[in-house]
Structures are given as structure tokens and as C-alpha cells.
């Protein structure tokens, strides 16, 4: 069980410590198991069905990869991107590989791990988290992907259409966390994997 600085609570990443403790990570076997248990649970959820809403459906596989990022940490995260990207592709492999979406998954990983890792969970960066995910990784990087993939042409229209379907699934995403989050935060305090939330009596607040 981790002890002392490594469960205390960072207000921003933006300090060495911080990223001293999430290059700590690496070295806990206990974390690392994590991961992995973590990556099977993503591949576990992308069995289930995707989630019709407006005009675009959404897989529920984030819930996972924000579970790990927030125990783990954004280094242990980018780390787990790159490993489930390539771990999935070659369980199911969908066209021809393409690194972009890899690094679209590491880079989602890094942001749930910016917003989540050594924080106190709340409604606000649950959206946070979604709406860069959903309009910086989702939409943006992955327009260029798919403009590279079509010859190099058509940015904007793949970036419209994406964007439109991304901003339609932040709420429902942010939803679909809060669930489950708001019943495994208790257990993963109590195993000494995330520091103690400020109020116990209502885990996740708006801010």
C-alpha cells in the first residue's frame, strides 16, 4: 500500500512532485498489475455492444482506460495507451494497422491521467476530461488521421462532422462515469490507491 506523499492530493499537475510520484508509478508491481487488469477490462468492455445517441454511438471501453489513468497516473497511462492500442488490434484487427490511432489513445490516456491522477473526482473534470478527449484527441487528432488515410485532403470536413459527434456524447460519457466512479472510490481509498477524498459523504461534488 502506498504511503505518505504518493496518496496526497495535487490541486494541478503542474509541480515536480507530481510528476515524480507519477514516475513512481512505474515501479509499483502492485500498479502494473493494475494496468494490466485494467487492459483486459477494456478489451472485456468493447464486447458490449456501442451506445446509439443522436446521430453517432460511443463504446463504453473509456471507463477503463479513466479508471487506470486515475490510479496509475498520466506516465503508467501513456504506457497503457500504447500497450491496449496494439493488444487490441491484434485480438481484432479492423483494416491496416495505423500508429495515429495509437497515439490518439495514448494522448486520451494522458489527458484522464492530467485530470484524474493524485485529484479530488468531480462532476466539473469528469466534463473536463470528456471534453478534451472527445474535441482535442477524438475530433481533432483524429481528423488528421483519417485526412492522411484519405490522401491527404478533406480536413475540415471530417474535423465537422466528427466534432458533431463528439460534443453529443460528452454528456452521456460523463454519466456513464460517474456511476460506477461513484462506488469505487470508497474501494479503491480503502486499498490505498487514491488519496482520500474531501468529502466522504458525497464522494463526487460539482467542483
Known amino acids: 500500500m502506498y504511503k505518505g506523499k504518493s496518496t496526497r492530493l495535487y490541486a494541478t499537475p503542474f509541480s515536480p512532485s507530481y510528476w515524480r510520484d507519477a514516475a513512481e508509478c512505474m515501479k509499483s508491481l502492485r500498479l502494473l498489475v493494475f494496468a494490466a487488469l485494467m487492459i483486459a477490462m477494456t478489451r472485456a468492455l468493447s464486447l458490449i455492444p456501442s451506445i446509439p445517441i443522436a446521430h453517432t454511438k460511443f463504446s463504453v471501453g473509456f471507463i477503463a482506460r479513466a479508471l487506470c489513468a486515475m490510479v ?5 497511462g501513456v504506457v497503457f495507451g500504447f500497450a491496449e492500442d496494439i493488444l ?7 483494416g ?3 500508429f495515429g ?4 489513445t495514448m494522448a486520451g490516456m494522458l489527458v484522464y491521467g492530467l485530470c484524474f491522477y493524485r485529484a479530488r473526482i468531480t462532476i466539473f473534470r469528469l466534463f473536463l476530461a470528456n471534453l478534451v478527449v472527445n474535441v482535442v484527441v477524438n475530433a481533432l487528432m ?3 488521421w483519417s485526412t492522411i488515410l484519405a490522401g491527404g485532403a478533406g480536413y475540415w470536413g471530417f474535423f465537422t462532422v466528427s ?7 460528452i454528456i452521456p460519457k460523463m454519466i456513464l462515469m ?12 480503502r486499498m490505498g490507491v487514491i488519496p482520500r477524498q474531501l468529502n466522504d459523504r458525497n464522494l463526487i461534488s460539482v467542483f
Open 72 to 76: 496509475c497516473g498520466p506516465v503508467v
Open 88 to 94: 487490441g488490434y491484434a485480438i481484432s484487427p479492423s
Open 96 to 98: 491496416a494497422f495505423f
Open 101 to 104: 490511432y495509437t497515439i490518439s
Open 142 to 144: 483524429g481528423s488528421l
Open 163 to 169: 466534432l458533431s459527434k463528439n460534443l453529443v456524447t
Open 178 to 189: 460517474y456511476i460506477p466512479y461513484q462506488a469505487l472510490l470508497p474501494i479503491l481509498q
